[in-house]
Nanobody, 127 residues
Framework: QVQLVESVGGLVQTGGSLRLSCAAS????????MGWFRQVPEKEREPLAA????????YYADFVKGRFSISRDNAKNMVYLQMNSLKPEDTAVYYC????????????????????WGKGTLVTVSS
């Protein structure tokens, strides 16, 4: 089992940058594929980016390609989401998620594929 804790989000201006981090508990972090999702009120949680357990494969939703970057540090049990060129429509609650896997290069980009979730952190982008 793994517990996930996202860093505090916050308020950022349009065009600004923010890096979210997610700290994972446990000694087997390197066997978990990770993902970042977000949700706004009255909408479903949507995948943003995902990374394989070995960090060798990544996925990005089309609307964040070129702006967001996911990375991980297995030695520190951390996963990151670097967000650049932020827009007001990026305002949402951001979630870190994990899924244990035996396939080190596989990514999981579906909400339903993930097993563990952080509590979320609010990111607000002002116009």
């Amino acid at each position: 089992q793994v517990q996930l804790v996202e860093s505090v989000g916050g308020l950022v201006q349009t065009g600004g940058s923010l890096r979210l981090s997610c700290a994972a508990s446990g000694r087997t972090f390197s066997s978990y594929a990770m993902g970042w999702f977000r949700q706004v009120p009255e909408k479903e949680r949507e995948p943003l980016a995902a990374i394989s357990s070995n960090g060798g494969s990544t996925y990005y939703a089309d609307f964040v390609k070129g702006r967001f970057s996911i990375s991980r540090d297995n030695a520190k049990n951390m996963v990151y989401l670097q967000m650049n060129s932020l827009k007001p429509e990026d305002t949402a609650v951001y979630y870190c998620a994990a899924r244990s896997t035996n396939w080190s290069g596989r990514i999981y980009a579906s909400e339903h594929a993930m097993t563990y979730w952080g509590k979320g952190t609010l990111v607000t982008v002002s116009s």
